[in-house]
Each structure stands twice: as structure tokens, then as C-alpha cells.
DNA sequence: TACACGTGGGG
DNA sequence: TCCCCAAGTGT
């Protein structure tokens, strides 16, 4: 293991965060715990640029967990719009409402309580500890993996999957702070949010831009002379699968008025030309959400066994619902 | 541990 | 067009 000089690129790295950094609406001083909580569970797995007018529109309608504790989970996910991964919305009102009732409102800003509450785990309770309370706790994402992967490790990713070594990495590129240290904190604090930003905007996945890095003469990596990967990332496949089916019958499920007849889901197309909401193969309300998200869900080639599963788990997993009148979005 | 879980923009 | 991948979590 190579001996970088910590306090010079802790140096670096803060002062580039200081002119570089994005003016996010959940960084600024006037965002509470609340703000910052909604933020990391909106950004799991989905990029910043998607994120912004869900999370404004989120936080002025639920400005408080109270506020979105006393909503029917149906509102949540349908406010989740197009987000993907909309499990997260079911958690973040179930995370809500135990805060309202266990926390006294109140997000609680140790990461053992954060790490009680459902949708929360290792990442989320240490940035919200650390964002929100700013506790000078270990932050380990996958942008803060692959900046140390590179300067540190000469590697151009981090491993597929987090581990001890990577872990004890972090916590030893951590600054030193402590009680009697507020200035070690206060940089131990400010290091972890600049080293994700480094990786968000220069330290990047493919086609990083080392130009414009200011720890590229520190970066092992670069000496290294940037290496390949040293192993093939695996793929994401989508067409056909499971989830591109969920996906299409949530779809129809948020933009429904009301529940929908089970078989209309499972796809028989005579029975989905009638009824309150608006049908595929329609032209006068073709340009409807409902009406897309009805020709979505039938253009799939998914047959009845696949919709069949695909809707067991959307119920399985508390997404759907099932009634006499048909199914849908959890009440 | 490996896999399932949405969505859409950029290279 | 196709493939990659983005502030992970739960099982």
C-alpha cells in the first residue's frame, strides 16, 4: 500500500469541493434532517438530475415525517412518479411513520437508530448522520469506491462487491478528529460529501475527466498508467424480464383512478376496453398517461405465467393490492 | 453471497 | 441502436 500525503490531498479535495461543488437544494444550510433523509432515498440507485422536481415537489407537500406519515401510502408512490425502484417510496412513508410515532417526529441522528428504520441501511444511516447531524462518521458509496480505487489502489474500479478491505481503506483516508478536535471534525465531515462529488463530477464511471482532478498528481491510477478494469462489469438485463413487467403495471396503477380488474393486468385485452379509466387503442385520450401506460403494459411480449408472477410479487412486496373491486396502490 | 429490484440519459 | 450505470437495500 502506497503512503499518499493524507493532509495535502485531504487539502485539495476540500478547496475543490469549495469552488466545484453543485448548489443541491438538500445541502444548504435551511435543509433539515428531514429534507436530507428524503434526498438519499430518492438518490439510491438514481441519478441527481431526476431526483431535483420529485424531491421539491415531495418536500413542500410533505415538509415534515408527520405530514407524510398521515397520507395513505398510495399518495407516496404515486408522488415517487417515475423514479424507479418505487419500493422505496413504501419505505420511506413506513420509515416516516415510525419516526412519527417512536422518534416524536423528529429523524433521529445516530446511525443505529437510522439503521432501525426500513429502507435505511449501512450507506443511508451514515450520510444522513453525517449530512444531516454532521457526524465525522465513515461514508462509503460507490463514487467515494471508486475515487479510492483509483488514487489510492491504482485500480480503475473498485471491486463488484464492498468490503472489509475497502471499508478500513475509507476509514483511514478519514481525517482525524475527535472531541477535543473540532477542526479535525469539521474537515473529517466536509471530506466525505467532496470525495462523493469528486466522483460525481470528474472521478466519473466511464470517460472520467483526470484533467480536470485536482489530486491527479496523487492519483495511483494515473501512474499507474491507467489500467483497464480488471474485470467485466455485469450487465443489467431488462427486456423481458420481471421487473420491466412490474414496471408497466405500476405505471398503470399510479395513473388509475381507481382499482383495476386483475385480468386486465394479467392481459386480457377485451376486458381492458371498458371501464372508468381510460383504454388502450383509444384515440381520443391517446395522449392520457393512463392510456400510455395501458398500451405499455400490453405491448410487453410478457405472457399470462410471467404477469402472473409479476403481479403475485407487486402484492407480495405491500406495491399492490388486492380487493373485490380489483387491484390497487396500498391504502 | 448473489440476486432482484425501475428508469432514463449519455457514450 | 445498444449497453452502461446512477448517493443501495433486503432477502
Sequence with gaps: MPHPDLPRIHREINDWYLSHARDLPWRRESAGAWAVMVSE????????????????????????????????????????????????????????????????????????????????GTYTAAAIACFAFKVPTVVVDTNIRRVHARLVSGRALPEQNQNAAELALAARLLPESGPGNPEGTALANGWNIAVMELGALVCTARSPRCEDCPVIESCAWIAAGRPEPHYKPK?????????????????????????????????????????????????????????????????????????????????????????????????
Excluded: C
Design 41 to 120: 432515498f430518492m438518490l439510491q440507485q438514481t441519478p441527481v438530475v431526476r431526483v431535483l422536481p420529485v424531491w421539491e415537489a415531495w418536500i413542500e407537500r410533505w415538509p415534515t415525517p408527520a405530514a407524510l406519515a398521515a397520507e395513505q401510502v398510495a399518495e407516496a408512490v404515486k408522488a415517487w412518479g417515475r423514479l424507479g425502484y418505487p419500493r422505496r417510496a413504501l419505505r420511506l412513508h413506513a420509515a416516516a411513520t415510525v419516526i412519527a410515532n417512536e422518534h416524536g417526529g423528529q429523524v433521529p441522528g445516530t446511525e443505529a437508530e437510522l439503521l432501525a428504520l426500513p429502507g435505511i
Design 235 to 331: 450487465g443489467q438485463p431488462w427486456h423481458g424480464t420481471d421487473r420491466q413487467v412490474r414496471g408497466a403495471m405500476m405505471a398503470v396503477l399510479r395513473h388509475s383512478a381507481g382499482p383495476v380488474d386483475r385480468s386486465e393486468l394479467l392481459g386480457v385485452p377485451d376486458l381492458a376496453l371498458e371501464g372508468q379509466d381510460a383504454r388502450p387503442l383509444n384515440p381520443a385520450r391517446e395522449a392520457e398517461p393512463i392510456h400510455q401506460a395501458w398500451v405499455g403494459l400490453h405491448a410487453l411480449e410478457a405472457g399470462a405465467e410471467q404477469r402472473e408472477r409479476a403481479l403475485d410479487s407487486l402484492l407480495a412486496d405491500g406495491l399492490a393490492q388486492h380487493s373485490a373491486a380489483g387491484i390497487s396502490l396500498p391504502h
